[in-house]
T-cell receptor, first 115, second 116 residues
Framework: EPEVTQTPSHQVTQMGQEVILRCVPISNHLYFYWYRQILGQKVEFLVSFYNNEISEKSEIFDDQFSVERPDGSNFTLKIRSTKLEDSAMYFC?????????????FGSGTRLTVV | AQTVTQSQPEMSVQEAETVTLSCTYDTSESDYYLFWYKQPPSRQMILVIRQEAYKQQNATENRFSVNFQKAAKSFSLKISDSQLGDAAMYFCAYRSSGTSYGKLTFGQGTILTVHP
């Protein structure tokens, strides 16, 4: 079964550094998302992306965050200057309305630790 | 804005027994989708079951079924014949049908423990 692949599985970074989290969505999916889950808390929406542009973003997704799909297969989340409170699990998800019975397919997540 | 509430932070069940996880939501929309996701210790989010609000029939997937009460805005998940592998965090989620790319809004989650 097709999967959403995220790399790395775990990233440790120093406060103030830039990080890029990478995702390879399912190839025929058209809608892409980033969610985050602070340890022990609920999963929160960050941003959705369609047709090479952001379709919706949450209040969390401020100027420190950016997304892009640089080469038609990868979908990246960049955090420009990480803060301690950015430590969380980040999930990528993809979706196509033509196979909506599967719902959204999530990756395994990247655990980001900011020290 | 839509909200999703899971009032049971933790639940436990004996293996082979049945357990029901509760979820309520708040929306002014008439058409939407509801989901249950399972998150095992590996942290992967796995779709368990989905329900379209316009369908009156409750969704079922093998041992998993839902009780969808649209007027009460309630969407509970029943797990029958519980297995050790069902132990996980379970999230209820809502999606508006207004756009194809709608975001999911999640509840706080319920940790399910299965005792042998």
């Amino acid at each position: 079964e097709p999967e959403v692949t995220q790399t790395p599985s775990h990233q440790v970074t120093q406060m103030g550094q830039e990080v890029i989290l990478r995702c390879v969505p399912i190839s025929n999916h058209l809608y892409f998302y980033w969610y985050r889950q602070i340890l022990g808390q609920k999963v929160e929406f960050l941003v959705s992306f369609y047709n090479n542009e952001i379709s919706e973003k949450s209040e969390i997704f401020d100027d420190q965050f950016s997304v892009e799909r640089p080469d038609g297969s990868n979908f990246t989340l960049k955090i420009r200057s990480t803060k301690l409170e950015d430590s969380a699990m980040y999930f990528c998800a993809s979706y196509t309305p033509w196979d909506s019975s599967r719902g959204y397919t999530f990756g395994s997540g990247t655990r980001l630790t900011v020290v | 804005a839509q909200t999703v509430t899971q009032s049971q932070p933790e639940m436990s069940v004996q293996e082979a027994e049945t357990v029901t996880l509760s979820c309520t939501y708040d929306t002014s929309e008439s058409d939407y989708y509801l989901f249950w996701y399972k998150q095992p210790p590996s942290r992967q989010m796995i779709l368990v079951i989905r329900q379209e609000a316009y369908k009156q029939q409750n969704a079922t997937e093998n041992r998993f079924s839902v009780n969808f009460q649209k007027a009460a805005k309630s969407f509970s998940l029943k797990i029958s014949d519980s297995q050790l592998g069902d132990a996980a965090m379970y999230f209820c989620a809502y999606r508006s049908s207004g756009t194809s790319y709608g975001k999911l809004t999640f509840g706080q989650g319920t940790i399910l423990t299965v005792h042998p």
